[in-house]
T-cell receptor, first 114, second 112 residues
Framework: KAGVTQTPRYLIKTRGQQVTLSCSPI?????VSWYQQTPGQGLQFLFEYFSETQRNKGNFPGRFSGRQFSNSRSEMNVSTLELGDSALYLC?????????????FGNGTRLTVT | GQQVMQIPQYQHVQEGEDFTTYCNSSTTLSNIQWYKQRPGGHPVFLIQLVKSGEVKKQKRLTFQFGEAKKNSSLHITATQTTDVGTYFC????????????FGKGTLLTVNP
């Protein structure tokens, strides 16, 4: 079974631009979560989607948004990029997104904002 | 909101020494999950604890969930260089909260 696939692996953008990251979950997994990972803050929850519905959102500004498609693939978008948005963005899928479903992470997208 | 704290932040050991990382939550947890992230890699699920006082073992790794379900620990016996990485605990506080809150992790380095 293929794992979680995130594209692209690396991105370099300049301040003010916008970016879209993509995530394909493990086949059969209906829940997709996004996390931002930085050295100082660890793994910060962005949002979680299940069956195209956002069920929970973390404490990030409205510049961060996401969506999920009918095939469970997900995208996240960051508009008006700031230097502080430089981070590793991790997508994770789980079978049902309930409390007891382990997360399966992708390799991440490394975003650098200059 | 729910906070999950992990200590220590860093731990350097000689190969063969034991290692323990501790995880504490500000709220009672429904369950706790542990993940390992190798340098340059992504977090990988290790184990989940659900019951109060639960203890689980995976070879040299021992995981415990506190009686009050607010703390947990991971103990590695006789560390090896393959144990290098960052160990994260993560927990749900239950309800309709589909947000798994992660601790900041403990980075373990092992000197051969």
């Amino acid at each position: 079974k293929a794992g979680v696939t995130q594209t692209p692996r690396y991105l370099i953008k300049t301040r003010g631009q916008q970016v879209t990251l993509s995530c394909s979950p493990i086949s059969g997994h209906r829940s997709v979560s996004w996390y931002q990972q930085t050295p100082g803050q660890g793994l910060q929850f962005l949002f979680e989607y299940f069956s195209e519905t956002q069920r929970n959102k973390g404490n990030f500004p409205g510049r961060f948004s996401g969506r999920q498609f009918s095939n469970s693939r997900s995208e996240m978008n960051v508009s008006t990029l700031e230097l502080g948005d430089s981070a590793l963005y991790l997508c994770a899928s789980s079978l049902s997104g309930d409390l007891f479903s382990p997360l399966h992470f992708g390799n991440g997208t490394r975003l650098t904002v200059t | 909101g729910q906070q999950v704290m992990q200590i220590p932040q860093y731990q350097h050991v000689q190969e063969g020494e034991d290692f323990t990382t501790y995880c504490n939550s500000s709220t009672t947890l429904s369950n706790i999950q542990w993940y390992k992230q190798r340098p340059g890699g992504h977090p990988v699920f290790l184990i989940q604890l659900v019951k109060s006082g639960e203890v689980k073992k995976q070879k040299r790794l021992t995981f415990q969930f506190g009686e009050a379900k607010k703390n947990s620990s991971l103990h590695i016996t006789a560390t090896q260089t393959t144990d290098v990485g960052t160990y994260f605990c993560a927990g749900y506080s239950g309800g309709s909260n589909y947000k798994l809150t992660f601790g900041k992790g403990t980075l373990l380095t092992v000197n051969p």
